[in-house]
C-alpha cells in the first residue's frame, strides 16, 4: 500500500465537494457515524480507531406483530355527538370525546439489531486519519497512520450480493490484526462462533416496544388498550413493562440473525465461544449477512415466519455468505460498483465553482455554510439524499421510514415508523425527479398494503365504503389512529395524500399499466371513502364532519367569553384541498383508462360543492373554516399550504389572491423550525419563483443547529432536544433544491399523447450563477440537462420517452416543441432550437 494513500484520499475527496463526505476523525456518536445500505441491511460506520463499530440494521425488524395493536373502534356511536359538538361550537369538548373514544394503542417501534466491533490487536494513536464516504461509488473508505504505518479500511453494502462487505489491509510487516465480535442492544440476543472463520447472533426483537411510559398510559386512564399490561381490574400484570420480549409477551416478536464470515489471507484464526481473532494478515476481507423471520405484513412473525436460526443456516451461511464467499473481493466491488452506478448516475448536478471552503471537511462546510461561497455543499447535500435513497429503498424492500433504515434506539424518536401526515411523503419528494423510479417502488407497495386494513378500517370504524389511513402506520400495515391526543392522531386523510404519490409515479413514467393495475384502484378507494365521508354544511357546501390541521391548535371564545384551545373542527384547509386534489386526479386517471363513468358523475358533480381554500382576515391563508387564530402563530408544520406545495391548486395566476395569501403565511410562520419543516417552507418559496428567500432557508437548514455532522438532517424535539435525526429533511431539502432548478406538469391523454409544461430555473438565486444539471426528470417522461453560467440558461436538452407536446418556459421566454418518443431537442439559453426539432420560441 502507497505511503501516500492518505493524501491521495484526501486530495481526491476535496477535490469532488459535490460528490464526498470527508473527516479527520472517527466519529464520536451515531450522528457522526456514516450511512451504508443496501436496502434492507443498514449500517452506521463509526471509521473508529483502534476499535471499528458498525451498528446493524434491518429494513423488516420491528416490534410487535401484524393486528396487535388493533382495538374495537367504532366512530359511529360518537358521531352525532361529536358533531353536534362542533355545530355548537363546543370545540374543546368535541376534541376530548374524540382523544377519549376514538382513539387506538401506541404503534410499533423500528429496531436496531446488531453492533459489529472490529477490536485492533496493536495499531495506537493516530498520527493522520482520514474517512470518506464518496457518493460517486458509495464506499466508505478510512485511512490512517499510526506509528509510522499505513492502515486502511473500506467498506459498502452490496444490493446484488447481499451483504456489508468491509477490507482491511496495511503496510506493517506485522499485517492486519483485530478481534471480530457481534453484539446487540437486545439482552436475549446470543452470539456463538459457528466455524472456524464465522460468527454468528441470533435473538428475538420485543414483543412489545411501547413510546409511552406506563404511568403515562395510567395517568390518560387508557390501561384498557393495553391487556398484555394491565389486569380487567387496571391493575399492573406482574413484569409489566414498556420492552418485552419472547415469554415476557406470549412470545410474540420478531427474530433476527446475523452473521458475519472472516476471509484472511495469509496470518491466523483463532475463535473463542464467541469471536474470532485474526493476526499476520496481509489482507482481510469481511462479510456481513443478515435476516429475520418477517413473513408478510399481514403474518404472524412467530406464527408463519422462518426461523431465523434455519434461515441463517440455509440462507445465509449457505445461500448468501457462501456466494459472496465464492467471489473475490474486487469481483464483489464491481458487482456493487455496476448495481450503484447504474442508478446515481443518471444524474449530476453542479453548482458553482470550488471554494476555499468547498476542500475543508465536512462537518466545517457546515458550520460555515451560512456566510460562504460553499455552493457545492447544496450539491452535495442533494446528491446526498439520492444516496440515502438508493441505499435505503429498493424494489422489495420497505420504505424509508422516519429514520430511512438506520437507527439505534429499542424506543426511537416518533417509533422510527412511517409518519404519513407529511413525513413518509416527504421521503419519496425527490425521488422521480432525481431519476430513482425503481426507488419509489416500495412506498407504492406499502400503499397497496395499507389499503388492505385501511379497507377494514373504514368498514368497521366509519362504516363507509373505500379505504381510509390515519397519521401513523408501521411495518404492519395497521390504519387505526394511534394513541395521544386527536390534535395528532386523528386524522384520515392518509389515503388521499399516499394516493397524490400513486399518480405523480404515473406523471413521471406514463406507465399505463401501472395505473391500471395498480394506481387506479387505490385511487379509486380513497374517493370512495372520501365521498362517503363529506357532509353538507348550511351553506351547501361539502366538507369533513370532523377534522384537525396536522397537530396544531386553534384558540376561540366559547359562549361564556372564555377563550378555550382545540384541534378538531369541521372542514380544515387541508382536508379540503387533499380531497379536492383527489378528485381531480380521479377524473384525470378514470378518462385516461375510460372506467367508472357513474362514479366520475358523482366525483364531478361533487368537486365543485367542496368548501373553498379562503383568506383570514390578517390576509393569510386560513388553516380552518373559520377564523381562528392558531395557538402557535410559528408553527412546523404547514399543512394548510398543501394546495400551493406538493399540489399545484394555488398559483400566481389562477388564484392570485390565494396566491398572496399563501406568502403572507410564510412570512408570519418565520424560518425557525425543525428540518423537515424549512425543507417544505424551501419547497414553497421555489415553487412561488422566490429563489433568495429559498437559498436563505437552505442556508439556515445547512447549518449545525439542523443538520448533523453526517449530513442527516436535525429536529428539534418537542422538548427542545437537539441532535435528532429525521430523514425527511434531507429528502424534503432536496426536493426544494430541484424545484429551484426545475418544475414541471403534465396532463395526460387517453390517446397516449399528452401535453407537459417545464420551467427551467424558475428560482435561481443569484448567488448560483454557474451551474449544470444532467438527468433530472419531469412529468411527462421527460428528462432535462442544462446548463447556465452567470445566472442566465446557456443550453437545455430535452429528452423524450413517449410522443408528447411541451412547453418549456424560461424567464420571459416560452417554445412549444413536439417530441417522437425517444427524441431529443437541443435548445440555446433563449429556447431556440440548436439540434432537433421542431420548438418555436416566442415571448410569452
Given at each position: 500500500m ?18 464526498t463526505l ?11 457515524a ?6 434492507s ?16 440494521n ?13 382495538l374495537d ?6 358521531f352525532?355527538?361529536?358533531?353536534s359538538?362542533?355545530r ?20 410499533p417501534c423500528y ?9 485492533a ?23 490512517y497512520e ?8 473500506e ?19 506485522e ?25 454468528a ?48 409477551i ?24 464467541t ?7 496481509s ?6 449477512a443478515a ?30 455468505l ?6 473475490s473481493?474486487?469481483n ?7 448495481d ?20 475543508a ?8 455554510f451560512?456566510?460562504?461561497?460553499d ?29 430511512g ?6 424506543i ?16 419519496y419528494?425527490?425521488v ?8 419509489a417502488?416500495?412506498l407504492m ?9 385501511g379497507?377494514r ?28 391526543v ?5 386524522w384520515?386523510?392518509?389515503s ?8 405523480d ?13 395498480q394506481?387506479?384502484?387505490l ?5 370512495e371513502?372520501y ?10 357546501f361539502?366538507?369533513?364532519?370532523v377534522g384537525?390541521s396536522?397537530?396544531?391548535d386553534?384558540?376561540?371564545v366559547?359562549d ?20 379536492r ?23 364531478r ?12 382576515p ?19 408544520h ?12 394555488i ?7 390565494l396566491?398572496?395569501?399563501v ?19 424551501i ?9 433568495e ?14 443538520t ?9 424535539g418537542?422538548?427542545?432536544?437537539q ?7 434531507n429528502?424534503?431539502?432536496?426536493a ?13 391523454s387517453r390517446?397516449?399523447?399528452g ?10 438565486p443569484?448567488?448560483w ?9 419531469c412529468r ?12 442566465r ?28 418518443r425517444?427524441?431529443?431537442?437541443i ?18
Amino acid at each position: 500500500m502507497a505511503d501516500n494513500f492518505i493524501d491521495e484520499l484526501t486530495e481526491r475527496a476535496a477535490s469532488d465537494p459535490s460528490g464526498t463526505l470527508m473527516y479527520d476523525r472517527p466519529a464520536r456518536d451515531w450522528l457522526e457515524a456514516l450511512p451504508l445500505g443496501n436496502g434492507s441491511l443498514g449500517a452506521m460506520a463509526y471509521g473508529g480507531v483502534p476499535v471499528e463499530h458498525y451498528q446493524l440494521n434491518h429494513d423488516t425488524l420491528y416490534s410487535d406483530e401484524p393486528g396487535g395493536r388493533d382495538l374495537d373502534l367504532d366512530i359511529t356511536k360518537d358521531f352525532d355527538s361529536v358533531l353536534s359538538l362542533l355545530r355548537s361550537g363546543k370545540y374543546e369538548e368535541a376534541d376530548r370525546l374524540c382523544t377519549t373514544r376514538w382513539l387506538g394503542r401506541s404503534w410499533p417501534c423500528y429496531q436496531p439489531m446488531a453492533d459489529l466491533f472490529l477490536s485492533a490487536v496493536a495499531s495506537g494513536d493516530p498520527d493522520r486519519y482520514v474517512r470518506v464516504l464518496d457518493l460517486n461509488n458509495a464506499v466508505n473508505t478510512v485511512a490512517y497512520e499510526a506509528a509510522g504505518r499505513c492502515y486502511r479500511r473500506e467498506s459498502f453494502a452490496s444490493h446484488p450480493d447481499g451483504v456489508l462487505v468491509i477490507r482491511m489491509l496495511t503496510d506493517d510487516p506485522e499485517g492486519v490484526g483485530f478481534n471480530l465480535s457481534i453484539t446487540s442492544v437486545h439482552r436475549t440476543a446470543v452470539a456463538e462462533s459457528v466455524g472456524p472463520d464465522t460468527v454468528a447472533l441470533n435473538g428475538p426483537a420485543p414483543g412489545l416496544a411501547l413510546r409511552r411510559t406506563l404511568d403515562l398510559i395510567e395517568e390518560r386512564g387508557e390501561v384498557w388498550k393495553y391487556p398484555e399490561l394491565w389486569d380487567s381490574s387496571g391493575k399492573r400484570k406482574p413484569g409489566a413493562s414498556q420492552v418485552l420480549y419472547g415469554e415476557q409477551i406470549q412470545s410474540r416478536g420478531m427474530h433476527f440473525s446475523v452473521r458475519a464470515v472472516l476471509r484472511a489471507t495469509g496470518g491466523r484464526l483463532e475463535t473463542d465461544d464467541t469471536s474470532i481473532t485474526v493476526s499476520g494478515a496481509s489482507e482481510v476481507v469481511v462479510l456481513v449477512a443478515a435476516a429475520t423471520s418477517y413473513a408478510g405484513f399481514d403474518r404472524s412473525p412467530t406464527a408463519n415466519g422462518i426461523d431465523p436460526a434455519e434461515r441463517a443456516d440455509g440462507v445465509l451461511a449457505d445461500g448468501v455468505l457462501a456466494a459472496a464467499s465464492a467471489k473475490s473481493y474486487q469481483n464483489l466491488l464491481d458487482r456493487h460498483l455496476s448495481d450503484y452506478r447504474g442508478l446515481f448516475n443518471r444524474l449530476t448536478l453542479k453548482i458553482g465553482a470550488a471554494s476555499s471552503h468547498s476542500s475543508a471537511t465536512t462537518d466545517r462546510r457546515v458550520h460555515a455554510f451560512a456566510h460562504s461561497d460553499d455552493h457545492s455543499l447544496a450539491a452535495l447535500y442533494y446528491q446526498f439524499s439520492r444516496y440515502l435513497a438508493i441505499s435505503g429503498s429498493r424494489p422489495g424492500t420497505q420504505p424509508l421510514n422516519l429514520q430511512g433504515i438506520w437507527n439505534d434506539q429499542v424506543i426511537p424518536p416518533w417509533a422510527s415508523a412511517y409518519t404519513i401526515n407529511i413525513n413518509t411523503e416527504m421521503n419519496y419528494w425527490p425521488v422521480e425527479s432525481g431519476n430513482l423510479i425503481e426507488c419509489a417502488q416500495p412506498l407504492m407497495t406499502l400503499i397497496e398494503e395499507l389499503a388492505v386494513s385501511g379497507r377494514r378500517v373504514a368498514r368497521d370504524m366509519y362504516d363507509r365504503e373505500g379505504w381510509v389511513a390515519h397519521h401513523n402506520t408501521s411495518l404492519w400495515r395497521s390504519a387505526q389512529p394511534v394513541d395521544n391526543v386527536a390534535q395528532t392522531s386523528f386524522w384520515p386523510m392518509g389515503s388521499g395524500w399516499l394516493s397524490r404519490h400513486l399518480w405523480d409515479h404515473f406523471l413521471y413514467t406514463c406507465d399505463g399499466i401501472f395505473l391500471d393495475r395498480q394506481a387506479y384502484p387505490l385511487m379509486k378507494g380513497a374517493v370512495e371513502f372520501y365521498l362517503d365521508w363529506l357532509i353538507e354544511d348550511d351553506r351547501g357546501f361539502l366538507l369533513t364532519p370532523v377534522g384537525t390541521s396536522p397537530e396544531n391548535d386553534f384558540v376561540y371564545v366559547d359562549d361564556e367569553g372564555v377563550t378555550r384551545q382545540a384541534a378538531v373542527s369541521m372542514g380544515p384547509t387541508m382536508d379540503m384541498a387533499i380531497i379536492r386534489e383527489c378528485f381531480t386526479q380521479f377524473l384525470q386517471a378514470a378518462e385516461v383508462l375510460d372506467k367508472d363513468r357513474d362514479l366520475s358523475d358523482r366525483v364531478r358533480e361533487a368537486a365543485p360543492r367542496l368548501l373553498p381554500h379562503r383568506v383570514a382576515p390578517d390576509g393569510q391563508l386560513s388553516e380552518w373554516s373559520h377564523d381562528f387564530a392558531g395557538y402557535d402563530p410559528r408553527h412546523r408544520h404547514l399543512s394548510h399550504l398543501y394546495g400551493a406545495f406538493p399540489s399545484d391548486q394555488i398559483t400566481s395566476t389562477d388564484t392570485p389572491e390565494l396566491y398572496e395569501a399563501v406568502g403572507r403565511t410564510l412570512d408570519v410562520r418565520g424560518e425557525e423550525s425543525s428540518g423537515w419543516s424549512s425543507a417544505w417552507k424551501i419547497c414553497l418559496r421555489a415553487r412561488r419563483h422566490e429563489g433568495e428567500d429559498a437559498l436563505r432557508l437552505l442556508r439556515r437548514m445547512l447549518s449545525p443547529e439542523l443538520t448533523n455532522p453526517n449530513l442527516f438532517s436535525g429536529h428539534r424535539g418537542g422538548d427542545g432536544r437537539q441532535g435528532l435525526f429525521q430523514i425527511d429533511g434531507n429528502m424534503g431539502g432536496a426536493a426544494g433544491i430541484m424545484e429551484m432548478l426545475v418544475q414541471s406538469a403534465y396532463r395526460p391523454s387517453r390517446d397516449g399523447e399528452g401535453r407537459a409544461v417545464v420551467e427551467l430555473l424558475p428560482a435561481l438565486p443569484s448567488d448560483w450563477r454557474d451551474g449544470s444539471l444532467q438527468g433530472a426528470r419531469c412529468r411527462g417522461g421527460l428528462e432535462i440537462a442544462m446548463e447556465w453560467e452567470s445566472g442566465r440558461l446557456r443550453t437545455v436538452t430535452v429528452t423524450s420517452t413517449l410522443p408528447c407536446s411541451v412547453e418549456v418556459r424560461y424567464a420571459d421566454r416560452m417554445t412549444e416543441i413536439r417530441l417522437s418518443r425517444t427524441a431529443s431537442v437541443i435548445l440555446d439559453g433563449e429556447l431556440r432550437r440548436i439540434k432537433g426539432g421542431p420548438a418555436t420560441a416566442q415571448d410569452e
